[in-house]
């Protein structure tokens, strides 16, 4: 009887472990769209609301969504950072002689909430896989720049980028994908 408990208590606190630090990830905001938006609403373009009306919006599509309160603080969060119209690197610092690290912009900026790449990721844009290869670089780099440039409703948000760190990411798909 005493091992039996022993076993329950060993399981109680690594379950409580796993939740615990299950709880401290960080969410993705483009992540919790896809996840949950998507399910009910096409895509939609970030700047169709202001940020205000998202701040209204929010919290009326967390009691519809089931979304917690992080969740929705993610998407919030999300929305805000894409936004900004100063690439991002230009607002904190000068722009940085280091060369910036392609997977790290690529997981900063949630680019997986939206697009599936190697076998991971969103399904409200396209996989990213083969983009380079069967559309080329400047097709990719022209995207993040312009997302409207090729379907002006596509809902792709633009990015604060600058274009030190879009060659960033093309290259970590280029690199890292099938092109």
């Given at each position: 009887m005493k091992s039996i408990i022993q076993i329950l208590l060993v399981a109680s606190l690594y379950l409580l472990s796993a939740f615990?630090?299950?709880?401290?990830?960080?969410?993705s905001g483009a992540e919790v769209?896809?996840?949950?938006?998507?399910?009910?609403h096409n895509a939609r373009?970030?700047?169709?609301?202001?940020?205000?009306?998202?701040k209204v919006i929010m919290p009326h599509m967390r009691e519809k969504a089931h979304l917690t309160g992080k969740e929705t603080q993610a998407v919030l969060e999300f929305l805000e950072l894409t936004s900004q119209s100063v690439p991002l690197a230009k607002k904190v610092a000068p722009e940085n002689p280091i060369a910036p690290d392609?997977?790290?912009?690529f997981t900063q900026f949630g680019c997986?909430?939206?697009?599936?790449?190697?076998?991971?990721?969103?399904t409200v844009?396209?996989?990213?896989?083969?983009?380079i290869k069967n559309k080329g670089i400047g097709f990719f780099i022209n995207k993040l720049q312009n997302p409207q440039f090729n379907n002006s409703s596509s809902p792709m948000p633009k990015m604060p980028l600058n274009?030190?760190?879009i060659k960033a990411i093309a290259e970590y798909i280029k690199s890292s994908g099938n092109a």
């Open positions: 615990s630090s299950y709880a401290q990830e960080k969410i769209i896809n996840n949950n938006c998507a399910r009910c373009a970030v700047h169709e609301f202001s940020i205000p009306e998202w392609g997977k790290q912009l997986q909430g939206c697009h599936s790449f190697k076998g991971d990721g969103g844009g396209p996989a990213l896989d083969e983009t274009e030190q760190q």
